[in-house]
T-cell receptor
Framework: ETGVTQSPTHLIKTRGQQVTLRCSSQ?????VSWYQQALGQGPQFIFQ???????GRGNFPPRFSGLQFPNYSSELNVNALELDDSALYLC????????????FGPGTRLTVL | RKEVEQDPGPFNVPEGATVAFNCTYS??????FFWYRQDCRKEPKLLMS???SGNEDGRFTAQLNRASQYISLLIRDSKLSDSATYLC????????????FGTGTQLKVEL
């Protein structure tokens, strides 16, 4: 059974640029959630995707957007990067939308200069 | 007030000690409860779900008190490998919604 994978591992961008992060869910999992974890903080929920549609969103501005594909993989896009967007971005998958038990990928560490 | 509150620590304990972490949550509609473990610069890993009846997994015991909106984690016979940050996590149940994380409690187990 393949776990959650994310790419890239690390990324450095400058303020104002755009970034796309990718996630492949664990085998058999159809629901993907994205979280942002700033240094010294717990992860903060960005949004969840199920059946290729957004299914719940946290307190993040519209420049944070996402996609889910038919194979359940997902992308997180962030436009107009700001310095405060520097964080660990975590993807988590769950076996179905009716469960809160989520398994996390290794994350993408984004640095915005 | 934060939705999930934890003592950030650090808790520095000798190997073999028993250590307890506490957590409170503010949303009485919360339905699912978890403890995750996070090693430095790694992803959170599910340690255990938490039920009102209490549950035990080896050296780890978790307890939920819905009336007090309080969650606990007890680690017995601490090992060096238990050193990590422990995250208290609350969900609304039924999926489709976020997990809310505390800021984590750091544990350092020393020789």
């Amino acid at each position: 059974e393949t776990g959650v994978t994310q790419s890239p591992t690390h990324l450095i961008k400058t303020r104002g640029q755009q970034v796309t992060l990718r996630c492949s869910s664990q085998s058999g999992h159809n629901t993907v959630s994205w979280y942002q974890q700033a240094l010294g903080q717990g992860p903060q929920f960005i949004f969840q995707y199920y059946r290729e549609e957004e299914n719940g969103r946290g307190n993040f501005p519209p420049r944070f957007s996402g996609l889910q594909f038919p194979n359940y993989s997902s992308e997180l896009n962030v436009n107009a990067l700001e310095l405060d967007d520097s964080a660990l971005y975590l993807c988590a998958s769950s076996s179905n939308v009716g469960t809160d038990t989520q398994y996390f990928g290794p994350g993408t560490r984004l640095t915005v200069l | 007030r934060k939705e999930v509150e934890q003592d950030p620590g650090p808790f520095n304990v000798p190997e073999g000690a028993t250590v307890a972490f506490n957590c409170t949550y503010s949303n009485s509609a919360s339905q699912s409860f978890f403890w995750y473990r996070q090693d430095c610069r790694k992803e959170p890993k599910l340690l255990m779900s938490v039920y009102s009846s209490g549950n035990e997994d080896g050296r780890f015991t978790a307890q939920l008190n819905r009336a007090s909106q309080y969650i606990s984690l007890l680690i017995r016979d601490s090992k060096l490998s238990d050193s990590a940050t422990y995250l208290c996590v609350v969900g609304r149940g039924g999926g489709g919604n976020k997990l809310t994380f505390g800021t984590g409690t750091q544990l350092k187990v020393e020789l």
